[in-house]
C-alpha cells in the first residue's frame, strides 16, 4: 500500500500502475487504478517481473519492488533523464535507519563483477524486449544478471544522485537466502557471461557509456503557495549579484547546467550536494537559509511512510 501510495504523490502523473503477485495468496484491497496479475504462486522475481513489462503499455517501465516507495519527484527525475540506449537508477534511503545510501557511477567493467545499484529505476520497454526478459532460471541475483544482459545489448546506466526512494531493508527474506546460495549462483551468472567477464566478447556498454557526458536534469525549483521548496537531497544556492546579469554554471560532477540570474525565477536553484561544494566556493553564491523578502524558503523533507493504514 505504500508504494502504490507513493505513486499518487508522484508531480509526474502520466502513468499506470500494475502489481503482479507471487506469494499464492489474493490481495484483499488494493487501489482501483492498479491493474492487478498473479503468476500462479512463487514463480520467482524474475517470471513476475516479466509478467509485468508483458503487459505495461509505457515505453518506459519503472520497477518498484512491493514494499518499498518512491519520492514525490522520482518520476519526473527518471523522465527527464532518460535517454537513447540508457536506463535511469538513483540513490536511496534505508528506511529503518533514514541513511542515505550512495550509489555508484555507472561503470561498465565494475557491472561484470557485482550488481552497483538496487533494481529500482527506469527501463526502456524496448530493452527489455531485445533482451528476452529477466532469467527465470535464476530466482534470486537476477538483477544483476537482468543489468549484464543490459549492457551486453549496449544499454548504459545513468545514475541520479539523489535518493529517490526509500528502501526496507528488513522487510523480506530473500536476501539471507541469496547469500545462502551465493556461490551457486554466481557459478551460473559466470557460465552464461563468462566470455565477456574474461574480455574474450566486447561488452557493449562499454562503448556507449564511455564518451558520454550528458548533463543530469533537475526539474524547475518547486514553488508551493509562494514558498520556494528544497528537493530532499539537494541544496538550495542562491545566486547573489544584483546588476541584472544572467549566468549558466556547468556542475563539476554531474556535468549539469545551472542557469542562475538576478531575477525572481533564476536567482534559487536546487543543485546536487557534489556541485554544490564547488559553486559554494565561488563569492557569486551562498547556501541558501534564508533569502530576499520576496521569496520564502521551506526545506521539502522525504516522504516516510510509517506504515500502510488500514483499509
Not at 549484464?148 to 545514475?159: E, P, S, T
Not at 557526458?213 to 545566486?239: C, H, S, T
Not at 549558466?248 to 543543485?271: A, C, E, I, M, Q
Request: proline share 5%; net charge neutral.
Amino acid at each position: 500500500m505504500d508504494a502504490l501510495d507513493s505513486l499518487v504523490a508522484q508531480s509526474f502523473t502520466n502513468w499506470e500502475a500494475i502489481v503482479v503477485t507471487d506469494g499464492g495468496e489474493k490481495i484483499p484491497w488494493v487501489h482501483p487504478f492498479a491493474r492487478v496479475l498473479d503468476t500462479g504462486g512463487h514463480k520467482g522475481p524474475a517470471a513476475a517481473r516479466n509478467l509485468g513489462f508483458s503487459i505495461a503499455r509505457g515505453k518506459q517501465i519503472v520497477l518498484l519492488d512491493a514494499d518499498d516507495y518512491l519520492q514525490p519527484n522520482a518520476l519526473e527525475m527518471f523522465w527527464l533523464n532518460k535517454k537513447p540506449g540508457a536506463y535511469v537508477y538513483c540513490d536511496w534511503v534505508q528506511q529503518e535507519t533514514r541513511e542515505v545510501h550512495r550509489t555508484a557511477e555507472y561503470d561498465c567493467k565494475e557491472v561484470l563483477r557485482h550488481l552497483q545499484h538496487a533494481v529500482t529505476g527506469m527501463y526502456p520497454a524496448e530493452a527489455w524486449r531485445r533482451i528476452g526478459g529477466f532469467d527465470e532460471q535464476l530466482d534470486a541475483w537476477e538483477d544483476w544478471d537482468f543489468m549484464i544482459a543490459l549492457g551486453v545489448q549496449g544499454y548504459y546506466g545513468i545514475r541520479i544522485p539523489v535518493p529517490l526512494f526509500q528502501y526496507r531493508m528488513e522487510a523480506g527474506f530473500r536476501r539471507e537466502e541469496q547469500y545462502q546460495r551465493r556461490n551457486e549462483l554466481k557459478k551460473h551468472i559466470y557460465t552464461k557471461w563468462h566470455e565477456y567477464i574474461e574480455g574474450k566478447v566486447d561488452f557493449m556498454a562499454c562503448h556507449t557509456c564511455g564518451a558520454r557526458k550528458d548533463p543530469i536534469l533537475v526539474p524547475p525549483v518547486p514553488v508551493r503557495n509562494g514558498v520556494v521548496q528544497q528537493i530532499a537531497g539537494m541544496v538550495l544556492i542562491e545566486y547573489i549579484p544584483t546588476d541584472g546579469s544572467t549566468v549558466t554554471y556547468r556542475g563539476s560532477s554531474t556535468g549539469t547546467l545551472y542557469r542562475f540570474g538576478s531575477d525572481k525565477g533564476h536567482r534559487v536553484k536546487n543543485v546536487f550536494k557534489n556541485d554544490a561544494t564547488n559553486l559554494l566556493q565561488r563569492k557569486e553564491f551562498r547556501k541558501v537559509t534564508a533569502v530576499a523578502p520576496d521569496v520564502v524558503v521551506a526545506q521539502e523533507p522525504l516522504l516516510e511512510a510509517l506504515g500502510a493504514p488500514k483499509r
